[in-house]
């Protein structure tokens, strides 16, 4: 009797971690997907606002760098723009 006890519990066991397995590819997967989407959503905005698709890639780098050495350096302003954008959408 414990001998049964024992596999069915091991049996359960090895379920109960497949369905681990299933359930942490799937979460992998959906955070892969929401990334994916949030990377095309911005580069399109990128596209959008640049008006620029030939710009190489490399370009594209060195210009994100820029704006961001711009924004750390003047962030209060960079927020203020913001807000005011936002406000004038609203």
Do not use: C, W
């Amino acid at each position: 009797m414990p001998n049964e006890e024992l596999q069915k519990m091991k049996d359960r066991i090895k379920v109960l971690e497949q369905k681990k397995r299933v359930l942490e590819h799937k979460v992998s997967n959906e955070a892969r997907k929401e990334r994916t989407r949030r990377l095309i959503q911005k580069g399109a905005l990128l596209e959008k606002y640049l008006e620029e698709e030939s710009m190489s890639l490399k370009d594209t780098e060195n210009l994100l760098k820029v704006l961001a050495n711009f924004t750390n350096k003047n962030k209060e302003y960079v927020i203020r723009q913001i807000k005011s954008l936002d406000e004038e959408v609203h």
